[in-house]
């Protein structure tokens, strides 16, 4: 079972609509937890972290669930540039040994 | 203004060749690693340094030697070269210290085509 499983996609959503994408985890000593967004043929940069308390950024909403192991972020009113892949990312953090495992990705394309 | 470069952007090389490739960031980091993103697009870490002392090694081929000379640097040089070894190689760094959710910025990215 690989750490960090994602749906590869890919998702086709029109302009406007709202998009939300989920991600589990296996280990449960996994510290924390990221939403990255990979442009084709460009390097993975952060989009946001993830806390238990769930947090927002303008459309972009993440929510972790650590008695599920689940990760999910939702995107409102999704725009063209929303266009990418969303690479869910587990952080296993023991000092020292600091460890990033990303999700294969999912692939999102904002249709007009 | 690049906070994390790479050279070079691509390589097309002859299998069983050596070759190296270079990053450098100017974020004042302490910590900077090595990713491999295969043709599934799938990205895993090899290597991560601190303060120039290798922390992680990710069962990578022993065909792959990171070097950090500073902290500011981390190279990869990769003997023996296998059709295999065609992929990105991401380089990216990060502050340590016990606020584990420190973003890692990420290189550009250096194509590495084996032929």
């Known amino acids: 079972r690989k750490e960090v499983e994602q749906d590869p996609g890919p998702f086709n959503v029109p302009e406007g609509a709202t998009v939300a994408f989920n991600c589990t985890y296996s280990n449960s000593a996994s510290q924390s937890f990221f939403w990255y967004r990979q442009d084709c043929r460009k390097e993975p940069k952060l989009l946001m972290s993830v806390y238990s308390s769930g947090n927002e950024d303008g459309r972009f909403t993440a929510q972790l669930n650590r008695a599920s192991q689940y990760i999910s972020l939702l995107i409102r009113d999704s725009k063209l540039s929303d266009s990418a892949t969303y690479l869910c990312?587990?952080?296993?953090?023991?000092?020292?040994?600091?460890?990033?495992?990303f999700g294969t990705g999912t692939r999102l394309t904002i249709i007009p | 203004d690049t906070a994390v470069s790479q050279t070079p952007k691509y390589l097309v090389t002859q299998m069983g060749n050596d070759k190296s490739i270079k990053c450098e960031q100017n974020l004042g980091h302490d910590t900077m690693y090595w990713y491999k993103q295969d043709s599934k697009k799938f990205l895993k870490i090899m290597f991560s340094y601190n303060n120039k002392e290798l922390i992680i090694n990710e069962t990578v081929p022993n065909r792959f030697s990171p070097k950090s000379p500073d902290k500011a640097h981390l190279n990869l040089h990769i003997n023996s070269l296998e059709l295999g070894d065609s992929a990105v190689y991401f380089c990216?760094?990060?502050?340590?210290?016990?606020?584990?959710?420190?973003?890692?910025?990420f290189g550009p990215g250096t194509r590495l085509l084996v032929l």
């Open positions: 990216a760094s990060r502050t340590s210290g016990e606020n584990w959710g420190e973003t890692q910025y």
């Open positions: 990312v587990v952080n296993r953090a023991n000092f020292g040994n600091e460890k990033l495992t």
